[in-house]
């Protein structure tokens, strides 16, 4: 299970941190991704890394202003987000598949889901 936290209300510009924190299963040979999905969107892959190796891949949209890190003695994956625009709000999800590292794995199939995160950009 994953849950994320770390959503709200959040100043236009302004900087919020969210975590996806695993539960019941431990951090071995995965791929985590961070996802978008803006109110009557698909999601979108924003952010994703794997738990084994330290290449980070990145959507154009966030490159530069969000920052996805791990720290695997918490089974915990963050999404570090600066330069907040209101295109970035809409909900947040962490999701997990098989170990994986390529440039193309925000876009790959996920397997396990959490239950999302709401992120308000308000000026």
């Known amino acids: 299970e994953f849950v994320e936290s770390g959503g709200g209300l959040i100043h236009l510009g302004g900087s919020a941190r969210l975590s996806c924190t695993a539960s019941?299963?431990?951090?071995?040979?995965?791929?985590i991704g961070w996802f978008h999905q803006a109110p009557g969107k698909e999601h979108e892959g924003i952010a994703c890394?794997?738990?084994?190796?330290?290449?980070?891949y990145y959507a154009d949209s966030v490159q530069g202003r969000f920052t996805i890190s791990k720290d695997l003695a918490k089974n915990t994956v963050y999404l570090d987000m600066n330069n907040l625009k209101s295109e970035d709000s809409g909900t947040y999800y962490c999701a997990a598949r098989s170990f994986t590292t390529t440039k193309a794995m925000c876009t790959m199939p996920y397997d396990s889901w959490g239950q999302g995160t709401q992120v308000t950009v308000s000026s």
């Open positions: 890394i794997s738990t084994i190796d330290e290449p980070k």
């Open positions: 019941g299963v431990t951090f071995d040979y995965y791929a």
